[in-house]
């Protein structure tokens, strides 16, 4: 199966600075890739729907000014997230669309972070 | 919207056969997913439906019935290793770029 990427795997920051996730599908071009949240023993809740070459699309309840989301190539998208604060920290998951594969999506392998 | 329904826990015993249920209401349908997800880590693909019916790949079985909104996703011949979250998700064709909506995710306990 297609490949996905995500660095870093783990981020530590201090309450107030920003950080930046990095989401690379290695082996397919992903149109449209897709970033979830999931907090412990919850599910993974969509965030927003990143379009390459456009603005991201944000699910209700989802600041956009908060979760920057840029997908400047088919193989690259990226997640940062400003003035960083102990609520935020989570387990950040991208997802990349491989439209060549039955529109499978593809997971990688999350970003854990944590806000002091 | 959507709205999808699985059990919270489980609880099977090594060797046996379990079933975990999914029910789904949605506007639209395209696919019903089932992945595992290990605490910890990203969810990894089990099975793929769109059609009704059963679809087997080894140990796993996943089954759906779109007129019941249902689907089932069975695992046989249970391992210790196949103590996980299973989250059933689906594909909303009406979503405009169609995510995946997930359940909240069923932990499987699997005992000695």
């Known amino acids: 199966g297609a490949v996905v990427s995500q660095h870093p795997s783990r981020v530590i920051c201090k309450s107030g600075t920003s950080v930046k996730i990095e989401c690379r599908s290695l082996?397919?071009?992903?149109?449209?890739m897709f970033w979830y949240r999931q907090f412990p023993k919850q599910s993974l809740m969509l965030m927003a729907t990143?379009?390459?070459?456009?603005?991201?699309?944000?699910e209700q309840g989802v600041e956009k000014d908060k979760f920057l989301i840029n997908h400047a190539s088919l193989t690259l998208s990226t997640l940062t997230v400003t003035s960083a604060h102990p609520e935020d920290s989570s387990f950040y998951i991208c997802s990349a669309r491989d439209q060549q594969d039955k529109g499978e999506q593809y997971f990688g392998p999350g970003t854990r972070l944590t806000v002091t | 919207g959507q709205n999808i329904d699985q059990p919270t826990e489980m609880t099977a015993t090594e060797g046996a056969i379990v079933q975990i249920n999914c029910t789904y209401q949605?506007?639209?349908?395209?696919?019903l997913f089932w992945y595992q997800q290990h605490a910890g880590e990203a969810p990894t693909f089990l099975s793929y439906n769109v059609l009704d019916g059963l679809e087997e790949k080894g140990r796993f079985s996943s089954f759906l019935s779109r007129s019941k909104g249902y689907s089932y996703l069975l695992l046989k011949e249970l391992q210790m290793k196949d103590s996980a979250s299973y989250l059933c998700a689906v594909r909303d064709w009406n979503s405009g770029n169609t995510p995946l909506v997930f359940g909240k995710g069923t932990r499987l306990s699997v005992i000695a």
């Open positions: 949605t506007s639209g349908f395209n696919g």
């Open positions: 082996d397919f071009q992903a149109t449209t």
């Open positions: 990143s379009n390459e070459g456009s603005k991201a699309t944000y």
